[in-house]
């Protein structure tokens, strides 16, 4: 599987994504720098964590505007797996490459910590790995988490099974109290309508590795692995 992260001046996790790709798939990625205008030949591109340009502005809004995200968005358009994760979920719903926007934490504080999440979907390229209703531990570490969407997009979401992980608590219970920023329908992540885009505010590259204190976002790197080899 060939593979492509994105590096704009601000990320902070594109060397933590790389590490987990290689040691899970055995390919180092490219690291393309934003100012490229192409990004090569690859099976899943990334866009990491961090804060794209200073979250100046908008999160994700100056990052999207960024020379390579027109080849980006072709090449998602053309069928190229594509995964965001934080910093990149916000890019994603810039580009408009998935809908809806990452607001302000309802807590109006930065949020850092391990949350519980429910994979909602087994049969995507990201989550092949998972058994539905699996409850997983992921970090999250965001300013501007909250998924905020129009009622007929949500509707749109829940209809067409495009929510694929959701917060919840130890025994797979959607609330609020599980809720750490607000999301509505305690959305963590969506993928898009050819569910080759995914889009998601917790980190599995962080715990991706025994050594990271545990291993449940290893299965959606071994996944794509499986889906894009």
């Not at 987990?20 to 866009?47: F, N, R």
């Not at 797979?172 to 995914?198: F, H, M, Q, Y």
Request: proline share 5%; glycine share 10%; with cysteine.
């Amino acid at each position: 599987m060939k593979s492509s992260v994105i590096v704009f001046p601000g990320s902070n996790c594109d060397r933590d994504v790389a590490v987990s790709l290689e040691q899970l798939t055995g390919h180092a990625p490219a690291m393309v720098w934003h100012g490229e205008a192409v990004v090569p030949d690859s099976d899943l591109i990334v866009l990491p964590g961090g804060f794209s340009y200073g979250d100046y502005l908008r999160s994700g809004a100056m990052a999207a505007h960024s020379p390579i995200m027109t080849d980006i968005i072709a090449k998602a358009r053309a069928g190229v797996a594509v995964l965001g994760i934080c910093n990149g979920f916000q890019v994603l719903t810039e580009t408009r490459l998935l809908p809806g926007i990452l607001m302000r934490n309802a807590s109006l504080k930065f949020i850092c910590r391990d949350v519980l999440l429910r994979v909602e979907r087994d049969d995507t390229i990201f989550t092949n790995h998972y058994t539905k209703g699996d409850v997983i531990r992921i970090p999250v570490a965001h300013h501007d988490g909250n998924y905020f969407s129009d009622d007929d997009t949500i509707r749109a979401l829940e209809d067409e099974g495009r929510v694929v992980l959701r917060y919840c608590d130890a025994d797979g219970t959607i609330g609020e109290d599980s809720n750490p920023n607000g999301s509505r329908a305690n959305i963590a992540g969506v993928i898009d309508k050819t569910g080759r885009i995914l889009g998601l505010m917790p980190h599995p590259e962080r715990l991706a590795d025994e050594a990271l204190g545990g291993t449940d976002g290893a299965p959606m790197f071994r996944s794509l692995l499986e889906a894009l080899h």
